[in-house]
């Protein structure tokens, strides 16, 4: 089975070990734990990314799935194909998906600034005015929240979609660095 699975930003397992060399088995004795686990969409490893290197990973022997809905899967066997530092491409991506939503706030000309050029300078300034913004929505949203149940199903309707969008759009970047 092909996955995928994140290392820390010094190249380590999440567990502090040092993984094996690429095409090199990683072979797992006793009971699977799972900590050390891969996805087998990139979206889905993700969301358990202990850092910023990216492996396609091919797993065998015993495979446990496990996640609701299952997202995550550990097994005996994994097998490290290739491995990249994709930090640059995440903030990207994460610029990218906060742009996509820049029409339903406010924002900031400071926060766009940033989120159109990620550089560091900008950053620590869009950071304030973000939880700033972030802090007054959250606020407002907390005073009208008697907007009863259908406000809330279509809020989670909403939630679902962006995230069923961001998904696609992050294995479509995954996939361009092949």
């Known amino acids: 089975m092909l996955g995928w699975h994140f290392l820390r930003s010094d190249g380590l397992l999440r567990n502090g070990l040092e993984p094996p060399e690429n095409n090199v088995p990683l072979i797992h004795t006793g009971e699977l734990i799972p900590c050390e686990h891969f996805s087998e969409h990139p979206f889905d490893a993700l969301k358990y990314a202990p850092g910023p290197i990216l492996c396609r990973v091919e797993c065998g022997g015993e495979l446990i799935s496990h996640g609701d809905p299952i997202d995550k899967y550990v097994c005996s066997e994994r097998t490290i194909l290739w491995r990249r530092d994709i930090t640059a491409e995440l903030r990207r991506f994460a610029c990218d998906q906060a742009l996509s939503v820049a029409d339903k706030w406010d924002m ?7 989120l159109e050029n990620p550089i560091e300078q900008n950053r620590d300034a869009a950071q304030d005015a ?40 992050f294995k479509k970047m995954i996939e361009s660095l092949k």
Do not use: K, Q, S, T
């Open 130 to 169: 973000a939880w700033d913004a972030a802090w007054d929505a959250a606020r407002d949203a907390a005073w009208y929240a008697a907007g009863g149940a259908a406000g809330v199903a279509a809020w989670d309707a909403a939630w679902a979609a962006a995230r069923d969008a961001a998904r696609e759009e």
């Open 108 to 114: 900031p000309d400071v926060v766009r600034n940033y």
